[in-house]
Every structure is written in structure tokens, then in C-alpha cells.
């Protein structure tokens, strides 16, 4: 974590620079919440500041609809070359190990799935290779 590698271990220190680059209304809404205070841990505020931000916990970061999302817009833009073909590469991984750790999908579905983002020109000369 940024603040271990910086020194900081105090709690307190911990939660006042977790708010100071956010901006003033976040500030204020984070400063107010009773976790903020002397007696609570930089843990427990934490979980706090989650509760304020619906989806944000860790089992809701990426769903289906997202890979889905990113799929079809991968078929839209195409894939030219190796930096794309990595980037669509990067982004599918991210959202389907995800899903795969969750149990949402399966490993076939996962591969099944990274095809459908190559347009169909694309998928035919590489399946001759």
C-alpha cells in the first residue's frame, strides 16, 4: 500500500490522507462519517467510505455485462495489430479472471468468448494459420 511505503502507520494520519486529494464535497462526506473518529481503525473506515459507493465493493467490481460490453466493442473497432490485439487482450483477461474467480463463467466460456471480439475477416485468415 502507498501509505506503508511512505511511512505512514498511524491510523488517524492514514485516514486524514486518504480524503486530502479528493475533492472538497467528497472530503467533507468521508470527514463526517463516525468511523473518521479518534476510536475507530483506518480498516473500519474504510469498510465506511465503501458503504457510501453501492457496486464498489470487491464481489461487484466487473459483471457479465461488462465483458459483454467490452466484446462488442472490440467487434466494433477491430483489432490491426499486435498493440490492440494486447490491448483487448489486457482489458478481456482483467474482466474474465474476474468472473472465472467468482465462478460466473466457465473456462470454455471464457475462450469462446475472447473469439467473439475478432471480426470475422480477422478469425478466418488466423484459423487457417
Known amino acids: 500500500m502507498l501509505l506503508a511505503k511512505c511511512g505512514i502507520v498511524d491510523d488517524q494520519e492514514k485516514k486524514k490522507y486518504s480524503w486530502i486529494y479528493v475533492d472538497i464535497d467528497t472530503s467533507h462526506l468521508w470527514q463526517s462519517l ?4 479518534a ?6 473506515f474504510i469498510k ?3 458503504k ?4 464498489a ?4 467490481k466487473w459483471t457479465i455485462t461488462d465483458m459483454d460490453k467490452l466484446i ?3 467487434l466494433h473497432l477491430g483489432i490491426h495489430d499486435m498493440a490492440g490485439l494486447g490491448t483487448y487482450y489486457r482489458a478481456f483477461y482483467t474482466i474474465t479472471s474476474f468472473l472465472r474467480d467468482r465462478n460466473h463463467i466457465s473456462e470454455a466460456e471464457q475462450c ?3 473469439f467473439r471480439g475478432f471480426q470475422a475477416d480477422l478469425w478466418t485468415r488466423i484459423s487457417r494459420i
Open 72 to 74: 462488442g466493442e472490440q
Open 57 to 60: 465493493e470487491g464481489d461487484h
Open 34 to 37: 463516525p468511523k473518521h473518529n
Open 112 to 114: 469462446r468468448a475472447f
Open 48 to 50: 465506511a467510505v465503501f
Open 52 to 55: 457510501l459507493y453501492p457496486g
Open 39 to 44: 476510536m475507530s481503525s483506518f480498516a473500519d
